[in-house]
């Protein structure tokens, strides 16, 4: 098993350099045990204008599955001899990976403590590496490789050079070129990507793995066109822990697009020590219809108990006003679930679901088909996973539902097609310079034929005795509208998108100040209607030609 990793230099920036990066002295062979065999650094050549660094591991095979390793890679063997007779010591894999972040560990976290300015220029490099297994060929080494700034030349092996007419082995010649890359880079790039392209791993893959992988590709790898095959292929196709890591690599991708932090991003719903959220008891007032859910430390003081931003479905408490016989959280719901009946909609979107309230309500009820939840935080839907009993739903009834993390501020394809789309007590947890965002993401991209929008009513604060004057009724709410800056800002997005809309009070409709939760209803007009249905139908027949 070789590779080799070169560099060209000049006078002012010598090649040998390579030696203090991958901290290994030119003049000297150096030799390093492992648990399957002895890996050899040398140099072939080093001087001002070129130097090479060789990597020879030397693995003994057999001593590998005495050992209990290696019995991973690539499955069950097809014969008990293949433990025996194998390419491990020659075709680069799993092992060569290791052993180069082994033996190259500062070089990979890109750390020079001789000279700490090196690992951050970029410089020529060339890899080779003569016999590399590669399930997908020379095509899928190009996709993988070239992406990351890499000139890619893959040369198929023939199975036999004296028997030309056997065709191609599944072994290529690989050289990358790339003048673009820091060293660390490249040896992240091939710690990842080897075993990848030999689609196994010479040890058992546990759910450590995940954070290696995004911890190596970091930078690189959220944004790789083929990061879904890369994911699968380095944690050996288990589904549990590629969702796990494809869930973080979005968070990542949503966090850089907002200019924010993960922890930012991810912190919709607090747990509490039990690992629900707070305010879950509040929320499951809806198991006991006629109860009356009081302020309290484990509903908290104030009127309204909510997921946070982009998590719809608070539970409010505390107002005398409110008729206590069903909580406001309660009365919301069937508003909602009242109008999805009137619309006729079977297939409906609760975008910002927060932990799963309504998604579960609409569960009840079998004329809602096809019910999608989706939320920016992960925790959130985590905790709706678990409020819905997913992992132990009927086939049929797990048929019928879906979460999946998206974020409102931006458009998703997946959401596209649906006949009603739910914002519960979600706007109001967004910037407001983030609404024409939301809007187009929706009423532009999406386009449900039906979609309801439901928030708090500022007005109708006044009759919280709990609620200190002045203040949001929760402390992530960036506004609060009065029935009017409501109206104004939904009949301008209905103009804009060729909607309809109508105004539906929920709650006790107080004569002064109105109902503690106004909610629009907008439906999409007859011309709209019509265009969105032609664009429905061109979309599935050029589905179905390709």
Not at 104 to 127: H, M, N, T, Y
Not at 508 to 515: F, L
């Amino acid at each position: 098993m070789f590779l080799t990793i070169s560099t060209t230099g000049t006078p002012e920036r010598p090649a040998t350099d390579l030696g203090f990066l991958l901290h290994k002295h030119p003049d000297n062979a150096q030799a390093f045990s492992t648990s399957y065999g002895t890996a050899h650094v040398l140099y072939p050549e080093a001087h001002v204008e070129r130097c090479t660094a060789a990597l020879l591991l030397e693995v003994d095979a057999v001593a590998l599955v005495r050992r209990g390793k290696g019995k991973g890679r690539g499955g069950a063997p097809d014969a008990a001899l293949a433990q025996y007779v194998n390419d491990r010591p020659y075709a680069a894999s799993s092992l060569l990976a290791v052993a180069l972040n082994d033996v190259f560990s500062s070089a990979v976290r890109g750390q020079c403590k001789a000279r700490p300015e090196l690992p951050e220029q970029v410089r020529p490099l060339r890899v080779e590496i003569p016999a590399l297994p590669a399930r997908g060929g020379p095509d899928l080494v190009v996709k993988l490789f070239a992406p990351l700034g890499w000139t890619v030349t893959a040369e198929a092996v023939p199975l036999d050079t004296q028997f030309p007419e056997w065709g191609a082995s599944r072994y290529v010649r690989l050289v990358l070129e790339s003048e673009s890359l820091t060293l660390a880079e490249a040896l992240r790039h091939l710690y990842v990507l080897l075993p990848v392209l030999d689609d196994a791993k010479h040890y058992w893959v546990s759910s450590d793995e995940v954070d290696k992988l995004l911890r190596v590709g970091e930078g690189w790898l959220p944004d790789h066109p083929e990061h879904k095959l890369i994911t699968s292929r380095y944690l050996s196709r288990r589904w549990s822990l590629t969702r796990q890591a494809m869930e973080r690599m979005e968070l990542v991708r949503l966090a850089e697009a907002d200019d924010s932090e993960v922890e930012e991003i991810d912190n919709a719903v607090e747990e509490s020590a039990d690992g629900e959220a707070d305010g879950e008891i509040a929320a499951e007032a809806e198991a006991e219809p006629g109860a009356v859910v009081e302020p309290g430390p484990e509903t908290g003081d104030g009127p309204e108990t909510g997921d946070g931003a982009e998590t719809g479905d608070g539970a409010e408490t505390g107002a005398e006003s409110v008729e206590k016989s069903t909580p406001l959280a309660v009365q919301r719901r069937d508003a909602i679930i009242a109008a999805l009946k009137d619309s006729g909609a079977a297939r409906v979107l609760d975008l910002g679901c927060g932990q799963g309230q309504l998604v579960q309500a609409l569960l009840k009820d079998v004329r809602f088909t096809e019910i999608v939840g989706t939320d920016v935080s992960m925790r959130a839907l985590t905790i709706a996973s678990r409020r819905l009993k997913l992992d132990r739903m009927g086939e049929r009834q797990a048929a019928r539902v879906q979460l999946f993390q998206s974020s409102l501020a931006y458009t998703d394809k997946r959401l596209k097609g649906y006949d009603a789309a739910v914002l519960c007590e979600v706007v109001e947890h967004l910037d407001a310079a983030r609404l024409p965002a939301l809007e187009y993401a929706v009423f532009g991209s999406a386009r449900p034929r039906t979609v309801l929008v439901t928030t708090p009513n500022v007005e109708y604060n006044v009759r919280w005795e709990s609620l200190p004057a002045g203040h949001a009724r929760h402390s992530d709410h960036r506004f609060e509208w009065t029935r009017e800056e409501f109206r104004a800002w939904a009949t301008t997005v209905a103009e804009r998108h060729g909607y309809q809309v109508r105004f539906v009070p929920v709650g006790p409709d107080d004569p002064e100040v109105g109902p503690p939760t106004q909610m629009a209803v907008f439906d999409m007009t007859t011309a709209t209607t019509d265009t969105t249905n032609k664009t429905d139908t061109t979309n599935k027949k050029e589905a179905n030609a390709a």
